[in-house]
């Protein structure tokens, strides 16, 4: 097992996206931080991360979350206005 530093980061994330990936860490026994290393670890290499079994059972959480954004979507969300103004205002497309 390698030894790694983990730092902790503030992040946000589409609301229903982040509830399916909590439930489907705590499926999996795993912390949501393991989840995610995981997920980028192996699209940097250009596989997979879950199993046939794993993709079923996120189809159903996506179905329980009313989570319909799909790869197509990615780069192209847009923070609803809020009242302030404020930076969450603004479009993320530029990540």
């Known amino acids: 097992m ?21 439930a489907l860490a705590e499926l999996k026994d ?17 596989k997979t991360a879950f199993s046939k079994e794993t993709l079923g059972q996120i189809v159903e959480l996506r179905k329980i979350y009313h989570m319909p954004l799909r790869a ?12 302030r103004g404020d930076e969450s205002s603004r479009s993320r497309a530029h990540a």
């Not at 995610?36 to 699209?43: K, M, N, P, T, Y």
């Not at 197509?72 to 009242?83: G, P």
């Open 2 to 22: 390698l030894e790694i530093e983990r730092v902790q980061t503030g992040i946000r994330m589409e609301k229903r996206l982040l509830k399916v990936l909590k």
């Open 72 to 83: 197509a979507n990615s780069h192209k969300l847009k923070d609803k206005a809020h009242e």
């Open 30 to 46: 795993l912390s949501l931080g393991d989840l995610l290393e995981g997920i980028v670890l192996h699209a940097f290499e250009g």
